[in-house]
C-alpha cells in the first residue's frame, strides 16, 4: 500500500506546483480562482484541467492582441 503512495507522490507534487501557478494566474485574470485550482488538483484529470486553463489564457492574451492590432490599423 505504501509502494503505491510513494508512485503517486510526483504526480502529487506536479499537481501542486500547477494549481499553484494556476492559482496566480486566475486571480491575475480576475476570474474564479478556486475553480480552477481545485480542478487541477486532482490526479491525471488535473493535468488536462491545468492545460486547458493554460490554453483559455493564451486565447485571450492572442484575442487582446488583436483588438490592440485592429485599434492600431484603424487609428
Known amino acids: ?3 503505491m503512495l ?3 507522490l510526483p504526480l502529487m ?3 501542486s506546483i500547477y494549481a499553484t501557478i494556476v492559482f496566480i494566474m486566475a486571480t491575475t485574470r480576475r476570474i474564479n480562482p478556486w475553480f480552477w485550482t481545485i480542478s487541477s488538483l486532482f490526479p491525471g484529470l488535473g493535468m488536462l484541467a491545468s492545460g486547458l486553463f493554460m ?3 493564451t486565447l485571450s492574451m492572442l484575442d487582446r ?3 490592440l492590432e485592429m485599434n492600431k ?3
Do not use: D
Request: charged share 0%.
Open 1 to 3: 500500500m505504501q509502494s
Open 6 to 8: 510513494i508512485q503517486f
Open 13 to 15: 507534487v506536479i499537481q
Open 55 to 57: 490554453l483559455l489564457t
Open 65 to 67: 492582441l488583436n483588438a
Open 73 to 75: 490599423a484603424f487609428n
